[in-house]
């Protein structure tokens, strides 16, 4: 009799005790949706791939560490904003006082809006650079660069947003 009147209280307060976790610390609420817009490109410079490729990935990002759907637009959670900053700087000078290596930096302006909490609303900016060889043409390796940064920015935006950082 006592091993069953264990076993009940034990399986009345485990039925009782709820756990939330989450593998990469991302805490999404009840949302089940995410939309981002197309970013815009509010700089000179950026080009319209660079916008669409930063765009991509930070969906990629959000949807393979998260459980939300992609929506079209109207998401519980939604990202917009526009890259704001898109410039080459020459770093790392040598005794001939040419650059060793350029930089590259990206800054985008971010609107996150979570429909279900709007206290969690937010607007930030975003910085992130990668380097090249100055002996390399930008154009050969922008691509490989805007997906570096892209994956940098798409973390950043991910932490502040969504991973209570």
Known sequence: ???????????????????????????????????????GTGSALATPQ?????????????LAQTPLKLAQSDGDVQYSGSITGYEVQPVSIQANETAALN????????????????AKNTESTFTRFA????????????ERLVEQISDQLAQDIFDRTLGNW
């Open 1 to 39: 009799m006592r091993s069953l009147l264990a076993v009940l209280i034990l399986a009345h307060v485990m039925t009782g005790c709820r756990v939330n976790y989450s593998f990469t610390g991302g805490d999404v609420g009840s949302a089940r949706t995410v939309s981002v817009e197309l970013f």
């Open 50 to 62: 660079s916008a669409q490729v930063f765009t991509e990935t930070l969906r990629d990002l959000l």
């Open 103 to 118: 930089r590259l930096s990206l800054t985008v302006r971010v609107t996150y809006v979570n429909t279900l909490e709007p």
């Open 131 to 142: 380097d090249y060889e100055s002996g390399q043409d930008l154009v050969t390796v922008e």
